[in-house]
């Protein structure tokens, strides 16, 4: 019987190292799709400041459908709950050119009134 022993010990060890090698970490490569949505151009400061903070988290589109009535007060309270309760690091000083942008752009304050 001794003889079997050591065959037996080197498939249990054998397999052993599979198991492990199979829960080792894979690398798994997604393709998400293109971002399409994105913020409408303008010379507004608040412009390039929305592009480059307002968009880490979700995309453009949770701005552009806002009511379009909606007022400098609800535009400058969402700016505000982004940054303070979602924790966007985005600076004070950012703060009223985004929402002047974006009450001017897709707020009450647009000039088309559309
Ligand atoms: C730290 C991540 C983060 C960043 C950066 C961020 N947001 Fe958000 N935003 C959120 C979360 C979380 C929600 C709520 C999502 C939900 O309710 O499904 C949200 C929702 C919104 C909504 C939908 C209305 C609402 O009040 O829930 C708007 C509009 C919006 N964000 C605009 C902005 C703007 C403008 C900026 C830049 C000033 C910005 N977000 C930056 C996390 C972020």
Request: aromatic fraction near 8%.
């Amino acid at each position: 019987m001794k003889p079997l022993l050591l065959p037996a010990l080197a498939i249990t060890l054998g397999v052993a190292a599979l198991l492990a090698a199979d829960a080792a970490p894979r690398t798994v490569a997604i393709t998400l799709p293109a971002e399409t949505a994105r913020l409408a151009d303008s010379p507004l400061p608040g412009a390039a400041l929305a592009t480059s903070f307002c968009f880490t988290c979700h995309s453009a589109d949770y701005v552009l459908t806002q009511p379009p009535a909606s007022s400098r007060a609800y535009w400058k309270n969402t700016v505000v709950k982004m940054q303070k309760t979602f924790g966007a690091p985005i600076p004070d000083s950012a703060i009223d050119p985004i929402t002047d942008y974006l009450v001017k752009t897709y707020g009450a304050e647009r000039a088309s009134g559309k």
